[in-house]
């Protein structure tokens, strides 16, 4: 069956950037986007951005534009995303999802990454 | 960006219930939205998507209905393992979330 697996948590330093990893399996990874989103504690959840493992194209929401980087390793049927610049305000879990172009019907979740950023 | 709003943001309803929960959009969605379930300590699993489509493996007391820029998601008759967050979520424009109603049994 589908299954997205996720790195563990981390605990990075203000100003420090995180790299994490989202494992796909059980599917055509060059055949779905890769969605990414974001939750705070105890609070609701963002639409982050996306890539097409196929030819690595990618789109963001607006806020997250140059906070985070979206990669792939076709080989692996991996996909990455690295948060830059970190602050208080990105501590959250981060869940890589299967989805359609724009965020549609992410059908398949990754079990989240915590990140905490903390001195 | 497109706001949603979710009502109520808490529900408390017994088993058996009929439950309505409300997702009103800022502007025209045209249909482009699905609804997510959270359980606790869980990741979000998609219910509904494109407004009334139900997702495979997904009970059939679950069901969407709505347009423009009123949308709801009904559980017929509510079971105890239905208690989570639900989330309304528009991919229209800038995808974004509704804050969620969150689901109690009485």
């Known amino acids: 069956q589908v299954k997205l697996l996720q790195s563990g948590a981390a605990l990075v330093k203000p100003g420090a950037s995180v790299k994490m990893s989202c494992k796909a399996s059980?599917?055509?990874?060059?055949?779905?986007?890769v969605s990414w989103v974001k939750q705070s504690h105890g609070k609701s959840l963002e639409w982050i951005g996306e890539?097409?493992?196929?030819?690595?194209?990618?789109n963001f929401n607006e806020k997250f534009k140059g906070k985070a980087t979206l990669t792939v390793d076709k080989s692996t049927s991996t996909a990455y995303m690295e948060l830059s610049r970190l602050t208080s305000e990105d501590s959250a879990i981060y869940y890589c999802?299967?989805?359609?172009?724009?965020?549609?019907?992410?059908?398949?979740w990754g079990q989240g990454a915590s990140v905490t950023v903390s001195s | 960006d497109i706001q949603m709003t979710q009502s109520p943001p808490v529900l408390s309803a017994s088993v058996g219930d009929r439950v309505t929960l409300s997702c009103k959009a800022s502007?025209?969605?045209?249909?482009?939205l699905d609804w997510y379930q959270q359980k606790h300590g869980e990741a979000p699993k998609l219910l509904i998507y494109y407004t009334n489509n139900l997702q495979t493996g997904i009970p059939s007391r679950f069901s969407g209905s709505g347009s423009g820029t009123d949308y709801t998601l009904t559980i017929s008759s509510l079971q105890p393992e239905d208690v989570a967050t639900y989330y309304c979520?528009?991919?229209?424009?800038?995808?974004?979330f509704g804050a969620g109603t969150k689901l109690e049994l009485k």
């Open positions: 059980g599917y055509t990874f060059t055949d779905y986007w």
């Open positions: 979520y528009q991919y229209n424009s800038g995808p974004t």
């Open positions: 502007q025209n969605i045209n249909k482009n």
């Open positions: 999802t299967r989805a359609n172009y724009g965020g549609y019907w992410m059908d398949a």
């Open positions: 890539i097409y493992p196929n030819s690595g194209a990618t």
